[in-house]
């Protein structure tokens, strides 16, 4: 059975830090791509950041890009998501979900398996 399982979340003042964990099992790691999604209130779950399979390539949303880097270690069958310079826009729900694609990352439909998330907030 696979299963995901966010960690890291909080509250945070604006232009803080926030480094996201996501730990995988179930599944041969090093063989999906991995995303981070994120879900406002009364908003739909948008696509944040994504990593191939090896980690040969990552991909960003304009909003995040610049700020937002992520990472995986396929030892440790984790991926990460640092956040730096958080704005109160980033204030979600963070998701991770696990692919086995390696193109159309920025599409939910692309995952298929998915945490329970992770909350962060950022006041300003």
């Known amino acids: 059975q696979v299963q995901l399982v966010e960690s890291g979340g909080g509250l945070v003042q604006a232009g803080g830090s926030l480094r996201l964990s996501c730990a995988a099992s179930?599944?041969?790691?090093?063989?999906?791509?991995m995303g981070w999604f994120r879900q406002a209130p009364g908003k739909e779950r948008e696509f944040v950041a994504a990593?191939?399979?090896?980690?040969?390539?990552?991909y960003y949303a304009d909003s995040v890009k610049g700020r937002f880097t992520i990472s995986r270690g396929n030892a440790k069958n984790t991926v990460f998501l640092q956040m730096n310079s958080l704005k109160p826009e980033d204030t979600a729900v963070y998701y991770c979900?696990?692919?086995?694609?390696?193109?159309?990352?920025?599409?939910?439909?692309?995952?298929?398996?998915w945490g329970q998330g992770t909350p962060v907030t950022v006041s300003s």
């Open positions: 979900a696990s692919s086995p694609r390696n193109d159309e990352l920025g599409r939910r439909q692309a995952y298929d398996y």
């Open positions: 179930g599944r041969t790691f090093s063989n999906y791509a």
């Open positions: 990593i191939t399979r090896y980690g040969g390539s990552t």
